[in-house]
């Protein structure tokens, strides 16, 4: 699995928000451990925990007890925006990502950001719909006709210009992680306008990126 970086200072946290991902979570634990030490990055990963009623919580620590840097963040189920707050504001990396439980975004995206973050970027966001990105598996007609017309009214209400407001694949430098989710209120799935909107009000310019992603229609 590459070099151990466990005992480092982590440059990166990587934040999951899950809600019974009991039969994916172990998958992407694994994948995004690989990945990170293969590039030797000193990590640590946070799945913040949305109540869940399986055994996701169980599979982390169990995960964790190989000797990865992985903790689980148990909280009550309040939807995937508390649960990103949580893990966001826990989170001790120079650079904090979050991604979703599914992978559905996979963490090999994370060497497209990297660079940005390093040569300064402060918010840096995966888009599925810029030049250069890639769909491997659509949501259904409804749910992408439905994310379309978000994108538009939150654009239109919140005065952004935004092409992918909910790719579940985002990364921050630490202190404007802090700032931005320090301010966040929206619990569900809002949540993503939420933050980027708080972003530009700070004046934290966003790098989109364009990435792959893959629908999973079992993922909660």
Known sequence: MGPDVSAHQPTLSVVI???????????????VARHLAERGVPYEVLVADDGSTDETAAIV???AADGLPVRVLPGPHRGKGAAVRRGMLA????????????????IGEWDQFAPRLADGAPVVIGSRKVAGARILQHQPAWREAAGRAF????????????????CGFK???RDAAQAIFSRQR???????AEILFVARRLGYPI?????????????K
Do not use: C, K, Q
């Not at 239109?156 to 935004?162: D, E, F």
């Open 186 to 192: 929206v619990d569900g799935w809002g949540f993503d």
């Open 91 to 106: 989170a001790s990396g120079d650079w904090i990502l979050f991604m979703d439980a599914d992978h559905a975004t996979p």
């Open 17 to 31: 928000p899950a809600f019974n991902e009991a039969p994916v979570i172990a998958a992407t634990l694994g994948a």
């Open 151 to 166: 994108t538009w009214l939150a654009n239109r209400i919140l005065a952004t210009r935004v092409s992918d407001f909910t």
């Open 61 to 63: 620590i169990g995960v």
């Open 171 to 173: 990364a921050f430098h």
């Open 207 to 219: 790098v989109e990126v364009p990435v792959v992603w893959r629908d999973d229609a079992a993922t």
